[in-house]
């Protein structure tokens, strides 16, 4: 264990360093910044005067060693635009992008698991068929487009759910439900293929010809067995959420992550950006470093090191 997880705490650092690099220099891909935070009547010394007083007319690597300075320190800097430490914005935004991706991976998981367990279980139905139009269905859609619909149905047309902003329960609904779909698919799928491969298996054969019933090896043996791959999905799929969450919450007002970034890409407010990037790619690391050490716990033949007792 110990050994293992030294491996990757310097696969941790060494990602963490690339990302730092890459959102570094591909942010100042963009442009000027201060173009955009002084007014049309700016004369050029005004805009000098911004430039030294952001750093922004240093050396870009020195520009960049201080940003690495910076983040050894924990500090994310300041927000070019609003004035205010990146931290301050990122805690401020960062329940409602929570609250969302535990909405939809609700969704995803309360619906996906079940789904591919009766693909399994029961393919040749047509409770089966139907489902897998579903999960074809779900598939094909991108998440700005099903929220554009459910808005359009249960907003505008029937009046159920509000369509924008946040609120009480009922202002989660719907983009919980947009953003979890294409999850749900995933999960579906991944659960399905794992149920089938582990039917196969010469320990269901012998207990079916024992007597058991399908319930009991599923609950006992079946889940569990299949678990490993939907771990595996389960760590991608909560950072495809956060990633997701840019597109659904611009769509439905949502004051998360994802909006922020949006309005901090169209202002180069480099720092922002920096910041909620680096926040993703630290959660990213650490949801698949918690995949590996549930491998084992999940299944104990399995040592982390990769290799089976």
Same mark, same amino acid.
């Given at each position: 264990?110990?050994?293992?997880?030294? #491996?990757?705490?310097?696969?941790?650092?060494?990602?963490?360093?690339?990302?730092?690099?890459?959102?570094?220099?591909?942010?100042?891909?963009?442009?000027?910044?201060?173009?955009?935070?002084?007014?049309?009547?700016?004369?050029?010394?005004?805009? !000098?005067?911004?430039?030294?007083?952001?750093?922004?007319?240093?050396?870009?690597? @020195?520009?960049?060693?201080?940003?690495?300075? +910076?983040?050894?320190?924990?500090?994310?800097?300041?927000?070019?635009? +609003?004035?205010?430490?990146?931290?301050?914005?990122?805690?401020?935004?960062?329940?409602?992008?929570?609250?969302?991706?535990?909405?939809?991976?609700?969704?995803?998981?309360?619906?996906?698991?079940?789904?591919?367990?009766?693909?399994?279980?029961?393919?040749?139905?047509?409770?089966?068929?139907? *489902?897998?139009?579903?999960?074809?269905?779900?598939?094909?859609?991108?998440?700005?487009?099903?929220?554009?619909?459910?808005?359009?149905?249960?907003?505008?047309?029937?009046?159920?759910?509000?369509?924008?902003?946040?609120?009480?329960?009922?202002?989660?609904?719907?983009?919980?439900?947009?953003?979890? *779909?294409?999850?749900?698919?995933?999960?579906?799928?991944?659960?399905?293929?794992?149920?089938? !491969?582990?039917?196969?298996?010469?320990?269901?054969?012998?207990?079916?010809?024992?007597?058991?019933?399908?319930? #009991?090896?599923?609950?006992?043996?079946?889940?569990?067995?299949?678990?490993?791959?939907?771990?595996?999905?389960?760590?991608?799929?909560?950072?495809? *959420?956060?990633?997701?969450?840019?597109?659904?919450?611009?769509?439905?007002?949502?004051?998360?992550?994802?909006? @922020?970034?949006?309005?901090?890409?169209?202002?180069?407010?480099?720092?922002?950006? +920096?910041?909620?990037?680096?926040?993703?790619?630290?959660?990213?690391?650490?949801?698949?470093?918690?995949?590996?050490?549930?491998?084992?716990? @999940?299944?104990?033949?399995?040592?982390? !090191?990769?290799?089976?007792?």
């Amino acid at each position: 264990m110990q050994g293992f997880l030294l #491996r990757r705490l310097g696969q941790v650092l060494v990602t963490l360093f690339g990302v730092i690099t890459l959102i570094f220099f591909v942010q100042r891909l963009t442009g000027d910044p201060t173009f955009l935070l002084v007014p049309e009547t700016a004369t050029q010394a005004d805009i !000098d005067a911004l430039r030294h007083t952001l750093g922004l007319d240093r050396p870009l690597f @020195v520009q960049y060693l201080s940003f690495l300075q +910076q983040i050894a320190g924990f500090d994310l800097g300041q927000s070019v635009v +609003q004035n205010v430490p990146v931290s301050t914005i990122i805690a401020s935004r960062l329940p409602y992008t929570l609250q969302l991706a535990a909405g939809a991976l609700t969704v995803a998981c309360g619906l996906g698991i079940p789904v591919g367990i009766v693909l399994a279980l029961y393919r040749q139905t047509a409770a089966a068929r139907m *489902l897998a139009g579903l999960v074809f269905a779900a598939q094909s859609m991108p998440t700005f487009w099903s929220g554009i619909m459910l808005i359009m149905l249960f907003a505008v047309t029937l009046g159920w759910l509000p369509p924008s902003s946040v609120g009480g329960f009922e202002n989660l609904i719907m983009p919980s439900v947009a953003l979890g *779909l294409l999850s749900m698919a995933t999960f579906a799928r991944i659960t399905r293929t794992a149920i089938l !491969d582990e039917l196969t298996r010469d320990y269901v054969r012998s207990a079916r010809a024992r007597g058991a019933s399908m319930g #009991r090896l599923l609950v006992r043996h079946l889940g569990r067995n299949a678990s490993i791959p939907v771990i595996t999905v389960a760590a991608i799929e909560i950072s495809n *959420l956060l990633a997701g969450a840019v597109i659904v919450e611009t769509v439905f007002a949502w004051p998360g992550l994802g909006q @922020v970034t949006v309005q901090s890409i169209l202002a180069r407010d480099f720092m922002v950006v +920096q910041g909620v990037v680096l926040m993703g790619a630290f959660v990213t690391i650490a949801l698949n470093l918690l995949a590996d050490i549930l491998y084992s716990v @999940v299944d104990p033949r399995i040592r982390l !090191d990769g290799v089976r007792r």
